[in-house]
């Protein structure tokens, strides 16, 4: 169990990175740490391994030896003089398993993410995703039973990331702890239990995933494909059905992080071309599809439950405003 | 004050990780075949055929005289020594900071790696090159004509390694002490030729000027030559002792300081 208790921080320069953060995690789950960049999820990973020392309060991290602990730092944590092997051989080698051992863990650790066939190679030969994963590797090899992982998805391709996810599961169902931030969510919401979110320092949620989901995202994502175009005046004849939606995408492919801001509801004097991505308040799908089937030929229509990433940006906005956008 | 109550989490036992940590600082620093080649031989040979050996030359007045050369040559084998052991100051900078920089240290730290166990890993490769360029260069000299008795090899070995890491654990405080590269980069130039030239490295003491010798007071380097050279000359005597002890504090000393203050960085742009 890791239990966090009043854990503060403030860096020298004055500026404070925790204010007051406490929580408990129990034995077998895997934790999303939240929040925007700044928000002080470095610092308390950086505490929580006792890289750098807190203001105030405490970290028990319900274990005493430091082979049970894997870190993974989202900066580059490598020895330039080695190669890929003997850099993830640091992990199972640090915890004790002899140097036969270390080498048999490291390579299936390296065959997890994807690396087998450079393990042979030089570190400074490889790119910065291909670093990423030789740092994941070095954790996952170590087997340890608490593990912070700092953007462990961050130059994954999908299928790595899949594998890299299900063992963490399998991990954390045989007991271990893992706490992982990642601005990724669509890629690690599938198998995380709980959300801590902070925000400027502070804890402001912590809660299971589908309890942060409900609570910060009222909201059904409904995917819209019709044929042609909407033109303004629709919107503006549904504008009070549409009151509280945020669109999401529209009319080209939805980047990930990129919020269009607002048309449906602002009084957008431009037509809206398919398809349509927009979270609208719970229970105004059907109503909206009736509007929509009056006026277009709507090919596609879905309706999904919001994701993390629906409701972390919901909260954002709540909370923040407009400066979260673009 | 105690700098590590950060760290209260137990490693794996210290005999264990320090082996592995010395079989991976073997490798890092032998990555590069050509580059231990320059080091243990080219860099010993180079200050004994190029510098040593032209220098006991022109002492012996450049009569040609073998006698005149080797008398030189005597003094100049302990001299070439201590600087291969000043050397070790920028290997562990270089190590160190690399480590540390990196994220590396904070990562064996967290581990449970203990700061002396973790100071040996880095210091013992540096320390076993040094101790290579020792024999490369007694072995060179014994070509020459040096003959040195065993119990003499034995004390200029023996005060060699208290004067490298001494300068090992310099580097290092220099790497904790002086957090900007930059700096750090400054105050080695400032220091270095000082150091080096200050002490009576390729000429008798006695020939100094004033200054020099008040300067060469307050080097170490003086004291490891000087101890070398008595080694030489009067042997294995009793009176050498105090002055070992001495240099033998010194070193603990400042090995004691640097794992007091090592303290990890998280790799460096998440500060």
């Keep these: 169990m890791v239990v966090v208790r009043n854990l503060s921080k403030r860096y020298a320069n004055g500026k404070s990175a925790l204010e007051d953060v406490s929580f408990t995690i129990g034995d077998g789950r895997v934790v999303l740490l939240l929040g925007r960049n700044g928000a002080g999820k470095t610092s308390l990973i950086h505490i929580a391994c006792q890289v750098i020392r807190a203001t105030s309060g405490s970290v028990d991290l319900g274990i005493t030896h430091g082979r049970e602990l894997g870190w993974c730092s989202q900066s580059q944590m490598i020895d330039w003089w080695l190669s890929v092997l003997d850099n993830v051989c640091y992990g199972p080698g640090m915890a004790g398993f002899s140097v036969g051992e270390a080498r048999r863990r490291a390579s299936e650790a390296l065959e997890l993410v994807g690396l087998q066939g450079e393990a042979a190679r030089n570190c400074s030969e490889l790119s910065g995703g291909q670093l990423q994963r030789v740092q994941v590797a070095r954790v996952i090899a170590a087997r340890p039973s608490v593990m912070f992982l700092d953007e462990p998805t961050v130059g994954l391709d999908a299928w790595t990331t899949l594998s890299l996810m299900e063992d963490i599961r399998r991990r954390a169902d045989d007991g271990a702890i893992v706490i992982v931030s990642s601005h990724e969510l669509d890629s690690v919401e599938e198998y995380c239990d709980e959300v801590l979110l902070l925000d400027k320092g502070r804890l402001v949620s912590h809660a299971s995933a589908d309890e942060f989901t409900r609570t910060w995202s009222d909201k059904e994502r409904v995917f819209i494909e019709f044929e042609g175009r909407l033109p303004a005046s629709f919107l503006h004849r549904v504008q009070g059905l549409l009151s509280g939606a945020e669109l999401v995408g529209s009319g080209k492919p939805t980047s990930r992080s990129g919020v269009v801001q607002g048309q449906v509801h602002d009084g957008s004097e431009s037509d809206v071309s398919s398809p349509i991505d927009v979270l609208l308040p719970a229970g105004k799908s059907l109503l909206l599809l009736k509007e929509l089937v009056s006026v277009v030929s709507v090919t596609q229509f879905r309706v999904d439950r919001p994701t993390l990433a629906d409701a972390f940006l919901s909260f954002q906005r709540t909370v923040h405003g407009r400066e979260v956008a673009g | ?271």
């Design chain 2, 1 to 271: 004050m105690n700098r590590h109550p950060i760290r209260t989490l137990t490693g794996i036992p210290s005999t264990r990780s320090l082996w592995f940590l010395l079989r991976q600082e073997t490798k890092a620093l032998t990555a590069v075949p050509g580059e231990v080649v320059v080091e243990v031989f080219l860099s010993p040979l180079g200050y004994l055929f190029l510098l040593g050996a032209g220098i006991s030359g022109m002492l012996a007045g450049g009569s040609g005289s073998n006698e005149a050369f080797l008398a030189n040559l005597w003094f100049m084998v302990p001299g070439i020594v201590a600087i291969q052991a000043f050397f070790a100051i920028s290997a562990s900078m270089y190590r160190l900071q690399a480590d540390r920089q990196s994220g590396m240290m904070a990562m064996k730290l967290v581990q449970g790696v203990r700061p002396v166990v973790y100071t040996v890993s880095i210091f013992a490769i540096p320390l076993v090159r040094f101790l290579a360029q020792v024999i490369v260069l007694l072995t060179a000299a014994w070509v020459l004509g040096i003959r040195m008795t065993a119990s003499e090899v034995g004390l200029v070995v023996m005060v060699g390694v208290i004067a490298a890491v001494t300068w090992l654990a310099v580097g290092g405080l220099l790497v904790f002490l002086v957090r900007k590269q930059t700096n750090r980069a400054v105050v080695m130039r400032v220091l270095s030729l000082p150091l080096m030239f200050s002490a009576p490295t390729f000429y008798p003491l006695e020939s100094m000027p004033a200054y020099l010798r008040t300067l060469a007071f307050f080097n170490p380097l003086t004291y490891h030559l000087e101890l070398m050279r008595g080694s030489v000359q009067i042997g294995p005597s009793w009176l050498l002792w105090p002055v070992v002890l001495a240099l033998l504090i010194v070193s603990t000393v400042t090995l004691t300081v640097l794992v007091s203050i090592a303290q990890p960085l998280p790799a460096q742009d998440n500060v």
